[in-house]
T-cell receptor, first 113, second 112 residues
Framework: KNQVEQSPQSLIILEGKNCTLQ??????????LRWYKQDTGRGPVSLTI?????NTKSNGRYTATLDADTKQSSLHITASQLSDSASYIC????????????FGSGTRLSIRP | NAGVTQTPKFQVLKTGQSMTLQCAQD?????MYWYRQDPGMGLRLIYY???????DKGEVPNGYNVSRLNKREFSLRLESAAPSQTSVYFC???????????FGDGTRLSIL
């Protein structure tokens, strides 16, 4: 069964600290992995997308890594800011099929001043 | 700079009532999607349209119908609303099926 599991479910850190969010998946055949940020009351916004051949991609203070062998990804946030408070969703896509775009349930990140 | 626009933003219905959720995108995207988001769960695909003139079922299509009116617009219809359909509904679009999706800000629907 195609699944995407994220950990932790929620996380609280102090402003300025770094954090790492985890994503494990069993989606096959793998096409790409995306990280989205979802602010409260808004739709998800794409942060990064990685294909099989990419093992790291950055977007400002966000760095995503991918290990296709172990089927794991992480999202590292550096020097967190209050605006980073949001849910972060890992999404894994199988080859060319909308019905095989699998969303994780997200990690709820809260940044405290 | 609208992107994906959903209407309405909020709606309360009684069981058995019908309604249509509207979605429009201005990015000239081929593919459009409808998802529902429930607490503690990932987004689940209801229906999608890979291109104008086509629609296909997703993971949870029961109780819903869709219409791809033209390349810009993709509507979702609840014919006879049930309390189990209380959720936040998101419309999304992408250039092609496997490209990053752009989401609207959702319609919060409550069925009493």
């Amino acid at each position: 069964k195609n699944q995407v599991e994220q950990s932790p479910q929620s996380l609280i850190i102090l402003e300025g600290k770094n954090c790492t969010l985890q994503c494990n998946y069993t989606v096959s055949p793998f096409s790409n992995l995306r990280w989205y940020k979802q602010d409260t009351g808004r739709g998800p916004v794409s942060l990064t997308i990685m294909t099989f051949s990419e093992n790291t991609k950055s977007n400002g203070r966000y760095t995503a890594t991918l290990d296709a062998d172990t089927k794991q990804s992480s999202l590292h946030i550096t020097a967190s800011q209050l605006s980073d408070s949001a849910s972060y969703i890992c999404v894994v896509s199988a080859l060319s099929s909308a019905s095989k775009i699998i969303f994780g349930s997200g990690t709820r990140l809260s940044i405290r001043p | 700079n609208a992107g994906v626009t959903q209407t309405p933003k909020f709606q309360v219905l009684k069981t058995g009532q019908s309604m249509t959720l509207q979605c429009a995108q201005d990015m000239n995207h081929n593919s459009m999607y409808w998802y529902r988001q429930d607490p503690g769960m990932g987004l689940r695909l209801i229906y999608y349209s890979a291109s104008e003139g086509t629609t296909d079922k997703g993971e949870v299509p029961n109780g819903y119908n869709v219409s791809r009116l033209n390349k810009r617009e993709f509507s979702l219809r609840l014919e006879s609303a049930a309390p189990s359909q209380t959720s936040v509904y998101f419309c999304a679009s992408s250039g092609l099926i496997n490209q990053p999706q752009h989401f609207g800000d959702g319609t919060r629907l409550s069925i009493l």
